[in-house]
Each structure stands twice: as C-alpha cells, then as structure tokens.
C-alpha cells in the first residue's frame, strides 16, 4: 500500500511555533517523516499527494469531559430516565461519531450510565462504529443525598441510573473494584457541589476517607480517577487523596495552582457555559437566568487564575457538558474559545491543551499529541491558521481533513498524482 503525502502544510506539530511549507508523510496507521518541503522524501508512483496549499496541519484533538449519552439534557431526570438502554446507545453511537468529525480523535469518559462507554469503546475497536480513542468512564459514583442521587426515595426504583450510591470507605473501594470489572477505565466522583450541582459549592458531598479509599482502589489496579470539584477546601482534599483529574477546579488559587503543578493533577476548567452566559448577558444587557451575575464572578477568577496555572505548568485540558440543552453535540470546539477571548491564554497553548495534554491523559503520550515521525497519525488538515482565529476549529467546513490511524474520517481535498508532483 502507498504512503499519503500532506505537502505544503502551515505545521502546527505541537513542538514548534507554526512553520509554513512542510510535508507530513503517512505510512499504514503511522507518520514516517516530517520535514520542510524541500527536505522531504520524493513521492513514488505508489503514493498519493495532497497539497494543502497552505493550509494547517495539526494534532487530532481530545475531548477531556466527554458525556458520550448526554441527550439534549434539560433536567436531571433527562440523565436517565429518559430513554431505554438500547436506544440512549444507539444516540451515543451517533455522538461519537460527530464528536470524531469534528477533529476530536480521542475522548476520556466523565460520566455515563448503562455502561455505554465500555461498550461505544469495544463496538469502535472492533470496527463496528466510527469514533474516537477513548478511556471509559461508568457511573457517577457518589454518596447518599449527593446532587447526583436525585431520585426521590419514594420512587422506590431500585434502578441503576447514572448515581452508583456509596457510603463509607469500604463502600466506595466495593464500587470502584465493581466498576473496574465492568471494563471502566476512569471512576468519576462527586466530592463537592457547586458548578451548577444542587448542592452549594462549599458542601463536601464525600469525607477525606471515602476520597482516598476510592482513589487506592483505582490505582491499586492501574486505573485512573477524576472528580468534580470546585470549592479550594475540595480541591486540597482531591490533591492529599491524589486524584488524577480535577473537574472544574473553579475556586483553584496560587496555593491549589502550586500543589497541581507539583502533583502533576490534571485540570479541566470547563467554562463554556458561564463563558456563553456571560458573553451573551454583555451583549444584550440582559441576564438569562438570576445566577448569571454570580456565575460571571467565578468566570473573573478563572480568567485571573488560568494564565497563572499555564505558567506554573499545571495540565489543563479541554472538555465539558456537551449534550445539554444549552450546549448541543457538535459545539466542542467553541470552548476553546473561552479560553483565549476570555482568559487571555494564546491560541497555541490552547491547542496543546486540547492535543498533548488530551494525548497524556489518554495514557497515549508517546503517540499521539504531537506530530513526529513514529507516532500514529490522528491529524487535522484545517483551512486557515487555528493559532492565528481558534474560532476555525468550531466549523466543520473548516476541516478539511480528519485522518484516525492514517485513515481518513474526512477528506475534502482531492489528490494530485504522485508523477504529477514528481514531474
Ligand atoms: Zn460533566
């Protein structure tokens, strides 16, 4: 089989600034050379020749807070009362799909019921559905009463929704070891309210204890383990129990900022709600909802506190709510914008968040994240220069190519024959 040839690209390898005319070789599911036009090895006969004319080459990107069976949630009824099984995993089939369409080749689970995750996961591997690299996630497993058990008690369901209900350490170590044996990759918890949860976000919905047993029992067995948080008391007690991701981390300051860097934590921010609600309120003058006033001063903070993180070196990643009805399937890429336009964080970082760090969280560093020799080619072809507008990456019409594994997922351009090229 011959090697596809992406010539004339604006690099954006993830390594250097963008550099203009380079040719990114593919050979299988790997790339065999990167170099400047001029330097690049000649095409043979066998080979097909793209040129990108200009156009950026960059990393697949990572959807880090990926809720693959959100289904245009209004309340939290909707997170699983809604559908049955079998049909709420025909819409997250469908959901992966987009989701890789969109330039996202890799996802890393942050809730979901029914085992959907474990299951989207097999079904692409196998080749049965298209969509990302993914790390699983299963239940939400939290504590009696947590914003997350919203089931009435008079119900008397006794369903398995999306809340997995544990108390106590011993609980929580059974649960997780559970999960694990479901095929789970990455345990989401609850430890704090807040980010649009029921409770406050002062509220410590799980103890110390419960914290670290859960965290040992995932790690014992070489797993990983997130959690949303966002008060700075829960954020400490995430770093002592050594979580691996801290979703939200709203209230995170130079104290959390330090720990997180040192610790290696990762961090998803998530504001593009708040960014949206707040954008939308300057524009119009007009709140959408009363918390909108409170929200946009927990959006100040963030703003203050991401260039500092940056800085400090802390892993931020991109990825939030998706599936909502305020932000539908298909919109992952708009967040990034949050970060630039809102936090004053350079394009070029923003899309290291989105691709190296995504890459490490994955587990895949030394393969994906960065385009070098040797790696596996999960590549975007965009139409313009992300590191110039991040605005680029929210259409779809600017991607003109989506490859996974050296296949494409999307392919706009057409080839030039390799003796064409040659001549
Ligand atoms: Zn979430």
Redo the contacts with the bound molecule.
Sequence with gaps: MGRIFLQGANLIDGLHAPRKNHTVVIEGERISAVAADHEAPAPSANDTVFDLGGRSLMPGMVQC?Y?VA?DNVRDLFDLDMRHPPTYLTLVAARNAKLLLQCGFTGAVG??TLHNIDVTLKRAIENGLIEGPRFLACGRDVVTTGDSVDFHPSWWKLGMEGLGLICDGPDEFRKAVRDEIKQGVEIIKLYPTGGHGLTWPADIMTMTQEELNAAADAAHERGKKIRG?IVSKRGILAGLDAGLDVI?HCDMMDEVCIERLARQGTFVVP?LYFPYMMVEQKRRTGKAAFPGVEEMERGLEMSYRMLPKAQAAGVKLLVG??FGTAAMPHGDYAKELEAYVNGAGISALEVIGWATRNGAELLGMKDDLGTIEAGKLADLLVVNGDPSADITLLQDRANLSVVMKGGAFVTCELSPATAAAQAA
């Design positions: 807070h809720h959100y942050a809730g949303h979703d998530s939030d709510d």
